[in-house]
């Protein structure tokens, strides 16, 4: 089965500063992994996913996320944060294409920024 | 992007009561959705995946005959909530796979508030 961890459960940063929010999974084969971001009282946005291929992902507002093997990890990263990214952010790992195809998300991360 | 509408968006309900929340795939069809629960400042929790024309099934931990599910067609599966209590009050999420790409994420509906009284 899979698993997923954010090692940070908080993160306060500064608008402009940059922004990285770790993740780590655990799955016996190649995983297909998510980052999604939540506002308070609302649903799921999908910022970027990675199914194959580079491992080095863009998403939608100014977010990546690089995939390492080795280290079993999916960081989200963003150069430059705004105030707007203060939400709750979720990394999730799934496992498509086989019987056990469901997606299983970390605990979250909660950033907020400083103006 | 493919669109999951899920129906009521918020539903208030008196204890003992049934609540029935439905998940809709809008542009494709699904034959997996799967159901997320998600308490105040908490993660999602998988409850359980629902298969069309089959028998739910659910995570450890799930009582089955407290929440119900069925999936009679390809784009529609229903969660009921039966008698239901207040730490049944939660944020119910459900999502779809299309079943004809094979290498898609899951689209996630908006979200069901559930407050039982």
């Known amino acids: 089965a899979q698993s997923v961890t954010q090692p940070d459960i908080h993160i306060t940063v500064s608008e402009g500063a940059s922004l990285e929010l770790r993740c780590n999974y655990s799955?016996?084969?190649?995983?297909?992994l998510f980052w999604y971001v939540q506002s308070p009282g609302q649903g799921l946005q999908l910022l970027l996913k990675?199914?194959?291929?580079?491992?080095l992902v863009q998403g939608i507002k100014g977010f990546e996320a690089e995939f390492k093997r080795s280290q079993s990890s999916f960081n989200l990263r963003k150069p430059s944060v705004h105030w707007s990214d203060a939400a709750e952010y979720f990394c999730?790992?799934?496992?498509?294409?086989?019987?056990?195809?469901?997606?299983?998300f970390g605990p979250g991360t909660s950033l907020s920024v400083i103006p | 992007g493919a669109v999951v509408s899920q129906h009521p968006s918020r539903v208030i309900c008196k204890s003992g009561t049934s609540v029935k929340i439905e998940c809709r795939s809008l542009?494709?069809?699904?034959?997996?959705m799967f159901w997320y629960r998600q308490f105040p400042k908490q993660s999602l929790m998988l409850m359980a995946t629902?298969?069309?024309?089959?028998?739910?099934?659910?995570e450890q931990g799930v009582e089955k005959d407290k929440f119900l599910i069925n999936h009679a067609s390809l784009t529609l599966s229903t969660l009921t909530v039966t008698s239901a209590h207040p730490e049944d009050s939660s944020f119910y999420i459900c999502?779809?796979?299309?079943?004809?790409?094979?290498?898609?994420?899951?689209?996630f509906g908006q979200g069901t508030r559930l407050t039982v009284v």
């Open positions: 999502s779809a796979r299309d079943r004809v790409s094979t290498n898609t994420e899951a689209f």
């Open positions: 799955y016996g084969a190649t995983p297909y």
């Open positions: 990675y199914f194959s291929g580079d491992t």
């Open positions: 999730a790992v799934g496992a498509m294409g086989t019987s056990y195809d469901k997606v299983i």
């Open positions: 542009d494709f069809q699904a034959t997996t």
């Open positions: 629902s298969n069309e024309g089959s028998k739910a099934t659910y």
